[in-house]
C-alpha cells in the first residue's frame, strides 16, 4: 500500500508519518519510508542523528541511477534525459518489489530500526520555483510509479500540500491519503483544497487531527469535515521528549495516541488496490506534462513514450 502523509506546514506531517512507519515496523510489517518533503526531517524523527540523517543519499540529486535503472529495455524511451517524473513504465521496464534486492534500494536505503528510509534529499532556496526543484522532487513520483507493492507492504510518503502534488499525478499515486490538522481554520482550508483538486481522481482521503486538546478542539474540526474525520491525537508527552532528542520506545506512546495508529492502520488495510486506475492516472498526467512543458524541454514527443501495449499487472510480477 501507497500511504500519503499531507497537510498545511508544521502540522504533524513528518512527527505522525515516521510514528506510523515505526509503529509498522514493530508490527515486523514490510515498511519503506520515503522523505518526499523540502525540509528533511524524517530521519531525525525516525531515530538517526542529525549528521547520520544528512549522509542518506538524496534521490533528488542522483536520479539518473533512479533512470538507468527503471528505464531497463524500455525501447520507447531513447535515454535518460528524456524520462521526467510522470514517465510511466512499458514493455522494458523494470518494476519495483517493495521486498527484493535492487541496486535503487542498496544505494539509497538506509534501515533505521526496521523502517527503510529513502529521502529526495535537501533543497536550497535557490533550486525552489526552478527546473531543477522539479526534477529533484520528481524522483520520487517516477520511483512509486514502477514500484508495485502488495496490499500487506507499506510505503509511506511524507509530502507538502503544494500545488506542485496536482501539477504533476503526484497525488494520484496513494491508495491511502492522510491529511493532518491542525484546529485551525489555515488548516481546514488546506483539506478543503485538497478535496476540491483531488476530488476527479478516487483519491482515498482521510483527516488525522493533530494536537487536539479537548472537545472544542475536536467539535471544530468535525464540524468542518465530518466523515473524512477518521481520529485525533492530542498533545503528546512523547512527541515533545522526542523533539528534545530523546528517542523513546515506541510502547512508550500514549496510549489514546496508539490507538490512533491502530485505527490508522485498520483503514489503510480496508482500501482496495486499483492498479487499472493507478496506472491510467499516470498516462493522463504523464500526456498533460508532456504537452504542458517537457515535449518542448526534451526535443521530442513525450507522449510516444506510453507504450499502449503495456498493461500494469503486478499480479504477474509479484507472483
Ligand atoms: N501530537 C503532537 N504533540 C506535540 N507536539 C507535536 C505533535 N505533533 C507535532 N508536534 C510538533 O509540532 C511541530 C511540527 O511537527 P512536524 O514537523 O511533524 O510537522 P510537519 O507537518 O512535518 O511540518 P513541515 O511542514 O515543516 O514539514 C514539531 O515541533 C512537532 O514536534
Ligand atoms: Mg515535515
Redesign the pocket.
Known amino acids: 500500500m501507497k500511504i500519503a502523509f499531507v497537510?498545511k506546514?508544521?502540522?504533524?506531517?513528518?512527527?505522525?508519518s515516521s510514528l506510523f512507519c515505526r509503529y509498522l515496523a514493530s508490527k515486523n510489517l514490510p515498511v519503506i519510508a520515503i522523505d518526499a518533503?523540502i525540509?528533511q526531517?524524517m530521519g531525525t524523527?525516525l531515530g538517526l542523528s542529525t549528521e547520520a540523517a544528512l549522509e542518506v543519499p538524496p534521490m533528488g540529486l542522483e536520479i539518473n541511477r533512479i533512470k538507468e535503472y527503471l528505464r531497463g529495455t524500455n525501447s520507447r524511451i531513447n535515454s535518460n534525459s528524456t524520462i521526467i517524473k510522470t514517465t510511466p513504465p512499458g514493455r522494458g521496464s523494470r518494476l519495483i518489489k517493495v521486498q527484493e534486492d535492487n541496486p535503487i534500494y542498496s544505494y539509497f536505503q538506509r534501515n533505521v530500526d526496521g523502517v527503510r528510509l529513502m529521502a529526495t534529499g535537501p533543497f536550497s532556496e535557490e533550486d525552489l520555483g526552478t527546473k531543477c526543484y522539479h526534477s529533484k522532487v520528481g524522483a520520487v513520483e517516477l520511483l512509486l510509479n514502477h514500484i508495485v507493492d502488495k496490499q500487506d507492504e507499506y510505503v509511506v510518503v511524507?509530502m507538502?500540500a503544494g500545488a506542485d502534488s496536482f501539477a504533476s499525478g503526484m497525488f494520484t499515486k496513494f491508495d491511502m491519503t492522510f491529511l493532518?490538522a491542525e484546529p485551525t481554520v489555515k488548516a481546514l482550508t488546506v483539506y478543503d483544497q485538497y478535496k476540491q483538486y483531488s476530488k476527479d481522481y478516487n483519491v482515498n482521503l482521510k483527516v488525522i487531527g493533530?494536537?487536539v486538546e479537548d472537545q472544542e478542539d475536536l467539535e471544530f474540526i468535525q464540524s468542518k469535515i465530518g466523515n473524512d474525520l477518521l481520529a485525533a491525537?492530542?498533545?503528546?508527552e512523547y512527541?515533545?521528549k522526542m523533539?528534545k532528542g530523546q528517542h523513546l520506545a515506541l510502547q512508550q506512546l500514549e496510549s489514546e495516541n496508539k490507538a490512533v495508529l491502530d485505527l490508522m492502520l485498520s483503514e489503510v488495510n480496508k482500501a482496495e488496490k486499483d492498479w487499472e486506475n493507478f496506472y491510467k492516472n499516470t498516462v493522463e498526467f504523464h500526456v498533460k506534462n508532456a504537452i504542458s512543458w517537457a515535449n518542448a524541454t526534451a526535443g521530442e514527443d513525450l507522449a510516444l513514450q506510453v507504450d499502449p501495449e503495456f498493461q500494469l499487472r503486478p499480479e504477474k510480477v509479484l507472483s
Open positions: 497537510g506546514g508544521g502540522s504533524g506531517k513528518t512527527t505522525i518533503d525540509n526531517h524523527a511524507d507538502t493532518i493533530n494536537k491525537l492530542g498533545r503528546s512527541v515533545k523533539e
